[in-house]
């Protein structure tokens, strides 16, 4: 017996560390860069973990932010473009990346008290119900992607 309850301890603790393996999607390393001027908008990034169903993510909402949207970025004739989307499909055990030149959100009208290392509360709304809230960090303007800074 007790080499049973050893391997069922190892599996609870896999279970509880595997990103990605629960019923909903996850949301991880969500980031912002605050932008240079305060009225412009301010970009958004994170990794989103698909669960055990297809989803899609419909929204993502904050206290101190105005509005968020959803963009997807593109060259069009050599410029970078971007165009805001409805929602953003996440895959059963699925990784979809929001990242510099890539997807973002986008950030209107931050509370003026948010600065560099002040979070972000950040609601993400799935179809499925699936609501996530995570505290994003900040960036100050013009500073690199934190992803890559990491040690
Ligand atoms: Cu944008």
Do not use: W
């Amino acid at each position: 017996m007790r080499r049973l309850s050893i391997a069922l301890l190892a599996c609870a603790a896999l279970a509880a560390c595997s990103p990605g393996g629960g019923d909903r999607p996850l949301v991880e390393d969500a980031r912002v860069r605050l932008s240079a001027v305060s009225d412009a908008p301010s970009a958004g990034y994170f990794t989103l973990k698909g669960g055990k169903s297809d989803d899609r993510l419909l929204r993502i909402d904050s206290a101190v932010v105005e509005k968020i949207e959803m963009h997807e970025s593109a060259m069009d004739g050599g410029m970078m473009t971007m165009r805001p989307l409805k929602e953003l499909a996440v895959p059963a055990g699925a990784t979809v990346t929001f990242a510099p030149a890539g997807s973002h959100a986008m950030l209107f009208g931050i509370d003026n008290r948010i600065t560099p290392g002040t979070g972000i509360p950040m609601l993400f709304t799935f179809a499925s119900g699936a609501k996530i809230q995570v505290e994003a960090k900040t960036m100050a303007p013009g500073t690199h992607d934190m992803g890559s800074m990491e040690h």
